[in-house]
């Protein structure tokens, strides 16, 4: 048996997901009053048939697109949107390159076209996606615009890759696209050094990655203040014992505030850490 | 979008792990100190192909084989073969019949062949699977001696039904197989009925199974006593509050009691109810 890419993509999305503490997140702990750890577990099955897709070498846009109608179809609401957009073309990379490199994942992106990005906009149709104000030169592609935005997008002729890439200043999974996945690679690196058993290493990952960059989503709800905030909070705690980082994970669920981009990257580093060898 | 079946199973295997309290099983707030939370997921994961093998129209006995071997690979140890040996059934008849009926379960049993038992017993070269020893007259086929037993399977010319109904006697999977899966219907029925979150629900049904029938795993590791004084205790707690549940789930671990057999029958159940309406 070999472990197949779109199911080491699919186990990242089950390990992230129960990992705990994980403060502001939904974890095997913790259920956010609407989002239930269920949810998470219906999303990363249904998100199944587009991870296949895209290990079967479909356009990244279809694979997507695919991976975000079935996530939304089981989970009934968004549970992994920005981390399928991670894992999408992450899983493409190795499926055509046959190992998952920095290089790699940006040939893909880099051969990214304008059909793959009418296919993200199409995505943006199966669930509400919480993002920011887009760029003053991007109203005409405001992704909340979902499906409505393609002829503007095909009239100006932009690319998936060039579509992600204009977010970047406010939304931390399209800065991955933008810098050739460098937090995802490094957050890789750190979960397979570690000796701990694999569900604490991937807890102190996010805590880390945390307190490396206030988390975009948090930014977009609560603004910048609070996502600086947080994580201040978790460069104090990222030696703390587990008590105290517990009893921070519940404040931030009670209050919440939720760091969904560093979860995202957390998935998206977890898939290069098992294709790389944690699971063989 | 539609909820196609090999998705329904392995949501289903996911729904029964996380489900608490699940007296005695790893379940989202307890570990085993050999058999973490971790490694369902992994096995879950493992076992897709299989299940995508059976939605497809392969023989029972290979899709089995298939779903035990990645179950296993991504595992590490034996998580699910209960659970498979009823999934693996149900995901044919699901995809031959169009949607799961006992009828339908009985026509692939009932179709079953000499190689489809000879993968079953090339299943058991995957991993460790606890089980009771065989009817007298099945020595020479006793599962636990693996692809040694096929030569005299084949001379002797059993089909994978009739290997498995044999076992009906001290297996309370194999009796699923023998009574046309009548308990993981019933209890099908009572998943889809309830008006709980659905992980109560499933709580609740573990506990009944419990409570109705001694645990064929755990009367194989510890004694028939044990099995039905188990089963006294959770008849008495079905309308416990939730606090006395947990308690004696917490007990059972620590006593290294698991009721692996009822969480199997559990996990189809789940998949019975997902295929017939729970999702969509």
Redesign the interface.
């Given at each position: 048996?070999t472990?197949?890419v779109a199911?080491d993509a699919?186990?990242a999305l089950?390990?992230e997901l129960?990992a705990t503490p994980k403060p502001g997140n939904v974890d095997?702990?913790r259920d956010h009053p609407d989002l239930?750890?269920?949810q998470f577990?219906?999303g990363?099955?249904?998100a199944?048939?587009g991870l296949d897709a895209a290990a079967a070498g479909a356009p990244v846009g279809i694979a997507f697109e695919t991976a975000v109608?079935?996530m939304a179809?089981?989970a009934q609401d968004n549970t992994q949107f920005g981390a399928l957009l991670l894992l999408t073309p992450l899983v493409s990379a190795a499926a055509i390159a046959g190992e998952v490199t920095r290089t790699a994942a940006v040939d893909v992106l880099e051969a990214t076209t304008v059909d793959d990005a009418a296919q993200f906009y199409r995505a943006f149709e199966h669930t509400d996606v919480r993002v920011a104000d887009p760029p003053a030169d991007f109203t005409d592609l405001d992704v909340r615009r979902g499906a409505d935005a393609i002829p503007a997008l095909r009239s100006r002729g932009l690319t998936l890759s060039e579509v992600v890439v204009a977010s970047a200043p406010a939304d931390g999974v399209a800065r991955e696209w933008a810098t050739d996945f460098e937090r995802t690679f490094d957050a890789a690196d750190a979960l397979r050094k570690g000796t701990a058993?694999?569900?604490a290493r991937i807890s102190e990952t996010f805590l880390r990655l945390l307190a490396d960059a206030p988390d975009a989503l948090v930014a977009a709800r609560h603004g910048r203040d609070v996502a600086e905030r947080v994580s201040e909070r978790a460069a104090e705690l990222v030696d703390a014992d587990r008590a105290t980082v517990d009893a921070w994970a519940d404040d931030l669920v009670e209050a919440g505030i939720n760091p969904g981009t560093t979860a995202d990257i957390v998935a998206a580093a977890l898939f290069v850490a098992l294709s790389r060898g944690l699971?063989r």
């Open positions: 048996v472990c197949d199911s699919q186990l089950l390990l129960a095997r702990e239930r750890f269920e577990l219906a990363a099955v249904g199944r048939a109608d079935g179809a089981r058993p694999l569900p699971c």
